[in-house]
């Protein structure tokens, strides 16, 4: 496992796990990072990463990104 920051622009994963407390992880769920469903790299702006799941694209800063394990 690796944390979501590690991906490339254009590379596809699956979300293994996510850390950090537990309103961080309802909220991860809530834009719809939840295990085992598969997420897109669109784009990486100044370490901020643009993220493509399910039909959404969702902007995460690396903090957030970090606690997304793929």
Known sequence: ???LTMARA??????????????VRQ??????F????DVTVVAELGGNLIIQVKDSRVA??????NRIMI
Do not use: C
């Open 60 to 65: 995460l800063d690396r903090t957030m990104a």
């Open 27 to 32: 909220h991860l769920a809530e834009l719809g």
């Open 10 to 23: 254009g590379e596809t994963a699956t979300i293994r796990k996510i850390t950090g407390k537990d309103e």
């Open 34 to 37: 939840v295990v085992d469903t």
């Open 1 to 3: 496992m690796m944390p």
